[in-house]
């Protein structure tokens, strides 16, 4: 088998066209020096002989009227002139019809060979004898291009499974991208701020209140190297390390998240309402990260003095609520600005959850609201901000407002 390995190597080589130019020009001499018996051509024969085997050039593009007119073609030439060799022509169209067309057709076509046979038959039954040789012939053609069809068609399934899964790794690959992206942003724009706000109040403080001073420049050490440390987790992801899928900020670090911007001058209120219950890391990183972000842009832009925020639980979802008394919209923390509303809505979508940021109650300052999608199947846990004193009462914790540095 390996001789016929090469050849089929060497042949799908060749460009199709010429391939079928030189099948069409064998048949031909084959077909005709079976029609004429080795004597004088006879101008009708070799045009029948034309007619049967030239067409096959067209036999990719056109297989059913290809085999149409190289089998009528074929059956007056055996009615006049006899063919003792088998119809190579055919059994090429045949083939080709096999592979390359629809059911329709191939009924069709198949219909049509065998009353072409038949007819080629009745004029010459001393012949018969070959006709059982003549329909397996045509048989294993017709078998030979459904294989080919079958393995067109193999082959075009796979190419198209490993585009769709090619698809679908650039499409992971881009989530993956945009979650790193928004991480690096939440981390990097609510440490920075912080650290910048504590650093510009310092030396201030270092005059009127050495002890304070103290505590925020502890505070910058702290948030400093808490942000290496996410830094080096998100960096981590994307080099693949072991070490790096350490557990996500989630509810629980929202009080050292007030902590710090309280630290920044803000006084900040936190409350919680309803019983808490467990939550996918996904869906508690997202509301850290709305809190986080929502923080973020107090500090950086509204000129708020105070802050409030409020998580709201129901029996199918969790509410996030961070509004402040600032310059509001107008002040440069509406839904316009930067990548950080835009990031906190595509985080927020991601865990099936809906974000709604604008003017605060009354017009003043600002609010962004999340609604977060909960089961109802997880029940009350130990840990939270704060614990109800019976199961039916609402929770609340009102933190302590620490005045602000100016």
Known sequence: MTWLTTLRERTAAVPPHVVDVAIALLCYVLLAISATGHSEAHPLALLLAAAATLPLIWRRRWPLPVTAVCGVSTVLLTMLYGLDDPPYSQLVATYTLAARSGPLSRLIGSAGTAVGITLAFVDHQDKLVQLPI???????????????????DRIALLEERTRRHAEEREAAAARERERIARDMHDILAHSISLIAVQAEAGPVLVRSDPARAERVFDTI????????????????MLRGEAGSRAPQPDLDGLAALAERAREAGLAVALEERGDRRPLPPELGLAAYRV??????NVVRHAGAKRVWIRLDWTPDQLGVEVRDDGRGP????????????????????????????????????????????????????ASGLSRPDAPSAP?????????SNG
């Open 330 to 381: 107008s002040g440069g923390n509406g839904d316009g600005g930067g990548h950080g509303i835009m990031g906190m809505r595509e985080r927020v979508g991601a865990v099936g959850g809906a974000l709604r940021t604008g003017p605060g109650p009354g017009g003043t300052g600002f609010q962004v609201t999340a609604t977060l999608p909960v089961s109802e199947r997880v029940g009350p846990t």
């Open 134 to 152: 003549v329909g397996l012939l045509f048989i294993g053609a017709y078998a030979l291009g459904t294989g080919a069809r079958a393995r067109h």
């Open 221 to 236: 050490g702290e948030t400093a190297r808490e942000t290496l440390t996410q830094l080096r987790r998100t960096l981590g």
């Open 395 to 403: 929770r609340e914790r009102a933190s302590q407002e620490a005045p």
């Open 291 to 296: 809190v986080q972000e929502s923080l973020t």
